[in-house]
C-alpha cells in the first residue's frame, strides 16, 4: 500500500477538498479554483474536472517521489490535465500532460518560462497506468510499467509537495485509481516498544532497503518468504533489548546485507532457509549479551561473510546444515572463551589455507 492511494469511491458527488482518499492518506488541498471544480463522482468512482482548479495531495516529506495514474476509461478531458509531481503551485511542477489517447507528455510548467514538454509518447489507449518518477535531477515516466523516456531537470528538485492541476473543464471522468509515495529515501525502519510485522511474501521483484532497520523494546517479524528478486539492505540492522524474527525462506535472488548487523540484549533470529541465491554479508556481524540464531539450512548457493562476526558475552548459534554452496569468511572469527568451534564429524576439517591464519580461542 502506498503512503497517499485513492480508487475514489464515495457515496455521492464530494468536492475533492472534502473528499477522504479511498484507501490511504489524508486528504486533498485545494490551491486554485472553486468548490467542485473538481470532484470525486459517486456510481463510477472516478475523479471528473468541472473547471480549471489545482489540488494538493498530502505532503509526503521527500523529493525523491512518484505519481501513478490510472486513466479512466469513459473518456478524456477536454482540456490539458496535469498530474504533478515536485509541485510548488499550479504554475510550477513538474508533470503528465495527458491530452487525448494518443497523446501525453512529461511537462514543465514555471513561472518564468514557456511551458516545456519534455518527453512526449502516445498514451495508449483508453484506460493507460501512466506513472512519474523523480529521483534526484531525474525525472522518468512510464506507460503500463514500461519507461518511455527520462530527463535531466534541475527546476524544483526539493519540492515534496504532489498534485493535480486542470486548465479547463473537462467533458469526462478523468482518473479512475491514483497512487503516490517517496522513492527510497535511505530513512531508518524503526520499531520501539511494540509489534512490527513486515511481510514481503511473494514479490518477483527487488527489495532495496538503504537506510537503518532499527528494533528496540518490542517483537519485529520480517517474513521474505517466496520472494524472486533481490534483497539489498545497505544499511545497519539493530536489534536490542527484543526478539527480532528475519525469515528470508525460499529466497531465489540475492541477499546482500551490506552493512552491520547488530544484536544487543535480546534474541535475534535469522531464517535463510532454502535459499537458492547467494546470501553476502559484507558488513560486521556483532552479538553482545544474549542469543543470535543464524539459519542457513539448504542454502544452494554461497554464503560469503566479508566481514568480522564477533561474539561476546552470549551465544550465537550459526546453522549451514545441507548447503550446496561455499561459506566464505573472508574477516576474522573472534570469540570469548565461553564460545567455541564444533566439528561434529570425524572426516570434517577447518582449513586454513595460509601460515599467517589463525583460528583464535580468547
Request: aromatic share 8%; charged share 15%; glycine share 12%.
Amino acid at each position: 500500500m502506498a503512503a497517499f492511494e485513492d480508487t475514489y469511491v464515495t457515496g455521492s458527488d464530494t468536492d475533492l477538498a472534502s473528499h477522504t482518499p479511498t484507501v490511504s492518506g489524508t486528504g486533498y488541498t485545494q490551491i486554485a479554483g472553486s468548490v467542485n471544480n473538481m470532484i470525486a463522482r459517486a456510481g463510477s468512482s472516478t475523479l471528473k474536472v468541472n473547471a480549471a482548479s489545482a489540488y494538493q495531495i498530502d505532503d509526503l516529506g521527500s523529493a525523491d517521489q512518484y505519481m501513478e495514474c490510472q486513466l479512466a476509461g469513459a473518456g478524456f478531458p477536454s482540456s490539458d490535465n496535469y498530474f504533478c509531481c515536485r509541485m510548488v503551485d499550479e504554475d510550477n511542477f513538474i508533470g503528465v500532460k495527458v491530452s487525448s489517447a494518443s497523446s501525453s507528455e512529461l511537462f514543465k510548467r514555471k513561472t518564468s518560462e514557456a511551458d516545456s514538454p519534455l518527453v512526449s509518447f502516445n498514451t495508449g489507449g483508453s484506460t493507460p497506468l501512466i506513472r512519474i518518477e523523480c529521483v534526484g535531477s531525474t525525472i522518468e515516466v512510464f506507460l503500463g510499467g514500461v519507461s518511455q523516456g527520462s530527463v535531466t531537470e534541475t527546476d524544483f528538485q526539493t519540492e515534496t509537495r504532489q498534485g493535480l492541476v486542470a486548465d479547463g473543464a473537462g467533458a469526462n471522468t478523468w482518473v479512475d485509481t491514483l497512487e503516490a509515495d517517496v522513492i527510497g529515501g535511505g530513512g531508518a525502519i524503526s520499531v520501539t516498544g511494540a509489534t512490527a510485522n513486515y511481510n514481503y511474501t511473494g514479490i518477483v521483484g527487488d527489495i532495496e532497503l538503504t537506510g537503518e532497520i532499527i528494533v528496540t523494546g518490542g517483537t519485529a517479524n520480517y517474513d521474505y518468504n517466496g520472494i524472486t528478486g533481490t534483497i539489498d539492505l545497505t544499511g545497519e540492522v539493530i536489534v536490542t533489548g527484543q526478539t527480532a524474527n528475519y525469515n528470508y525462506t525460499a529466497i531465489t535472488g540475492t541477499i546482500e546485507l551490506g552493512a552491520e548487523i547488530i544484536v544487543t540484549g535480546a534474541t535475534a533470529n535469522y531464517d535463510y532457509s532454502a535459499i537458492d541465491g547467494t546470501v553476502e554479508l559484507t558488513g560486521l556481524i556483532t552479538v553482545i549479551g544474549q542469543t543470535a540464531n543464524y539459519n542457513y539450512d539448504g542454502v544452494a548457493a554461497d554464503i560469503i561473510l566479508q566481514g568480522s562476526i564477533i561474539v561476546t558475552g552470549s551465544t550465537a548459534n550459526y546453522d549451514y546444515n545441507a548447503l550446496n554452496g561455499t561459506i566464505i569468511l573472508q574477516g576474522p572469527l573472534v570469540l570469548n572463551p565461553r564460545n567455541i568451534i564444533r566439528v561434529k564429524r570425524k572426516s570434517n576439517t577447518i582449513r586454513i589455507k595460509r601460515k599467517t591464519n589463525i583460528v583464535r580461542v580468547r
